[in-house]
């Protein structure tokens, strides 16, 4: 049977796919409402934070927590992927929202927001994690997911519908994934979740667009996409 928690993981992220939808064309500007998604993902995780951090075992009497014994790495790897497809989308002939210049510069100051403060946090912190070892709380690889899965969805999500449901959805996998391989708790993933849709769309809120706000002809990835198509 599934574990209560990932239940729970499972119905606030079928909300997120639908409370995420693209915003209207000032999707840049501030609005109030954009931020109700990742703080009631964050207020979550702190909420539903395990302060004992003691994971349980059949040695101490009880079952233990780590499900099914399951353990990989592809989480390692996949939680880069949304940041890859910002640019992939567009080799295939998506348009995306902004040129690449700005879209990088975007990417780079909201990693290094979402980075900065996992990192501040963790140190902080100290959290233990389900395994045992330390700097649990918040989830970086869930936080680095989601803040591509919202890139994704800001860049791509006004034109292309399914975007949004496909990068959250595929988040909320890695984020299920990190509590699997006994990595960490649902507090962390949900904690990490808001904080990584919220760097991102600080990023985005505070942007100057210096550069053309619209792909162009000088955008080196046009010349790739059109000798193909």
């Known amino acids: 049977m599934m574990p209560k928690s990932l239940w729970l993981w499972f119905l606030l992220c079928f909300g997120l796919s639908f409370g995420q939808q693209p915003d209207s064309t000032e999707r840049f500007l501030?609005?109030?409402?954009?931020?109700?998604?990742?703080?009631?993902?964050?207020?979550?995780g702190i909420l539903s934070d395990?302060?004992?951090?003691?994971?349980?075992?059949?040695?101490?009497?009880?079952?233990?927590?780590h499900l099914l014994g399951f353990t990989n790495r592809f989480d390692d790897y996949a939680q880069f992927a949304p940041m890859l497809t910002v640019y992939g989308f567009q080799l295939v002939g998506m348009t995306?929202?902004?040129d690449w210049a700005n879209r990088t510069a975007i990417l780079v100051?909201?990693?290094?927001?979402?980075?900065?403060?996992?990192?501040?946090?963790?140190?902080?912190?100290?959290k233990?994690?389900?395994?045992?070892?330390?700097?649990?709380?918040p989830s970086g690889h869930t936080a680095n997911v989601f803040a591509?899965?919202?890139?994704?969805?800001?860049?791509?999500?006004?034109?292309?519908?399914?975007?949004?449901?496909?990068?959250?959805?595929?988040?909320?996998?890695?984020?299920v994934m990190r509590m699997v391989n006994d990595k960490h708790y649902i507090s962390d993933v949900l904690f990490g979740a808001g904080l990584g849709i919220l760097s991102m769309k600080f990023a985005y809120w505070t942007h100057q667009y210096q550069w053309n706000r619209t792909p162009t002809?000088?955008?080196?990835?046009?010349?790739?996409?059109?000798?193909?198509?």
């Open 30 to 44: 501030f609005r109030y409402q954009q931020i109700y998604v990742p703080a009631a993902l964050m207020t979550a």
């Open 50 to 65: 395990n302060t004992k951090r003691k994971r349980i075992t059949p040695e101490n009497g009880t079952e233990a927590e």
């Open 96 to 98: 995306p929202k902004t």
């Open 109 to 126: 100051k909201g990693q290094a927001i979402n980075l900065g403060l996992v990192y501040v946090l963790k140190k902080t912190l100290k």
């Open 128 to 137: 233990t994690r389900p395994d045992g070892t330390a700097y649990s709380f």
């Open 148 to 175: 591509g899965a919202t890139m994704l969805s800001i860049e791509y999500g006004e034109d292309y519908r399914w975007v949004p449901y496909v990068s959250y959805g595929f988040a909320a996998g890695i984020g």
């Open 217 to 229: 002809k000088a955008d080196p990835f046009t010349a790739v996409y059109q000798s193909v198509y």
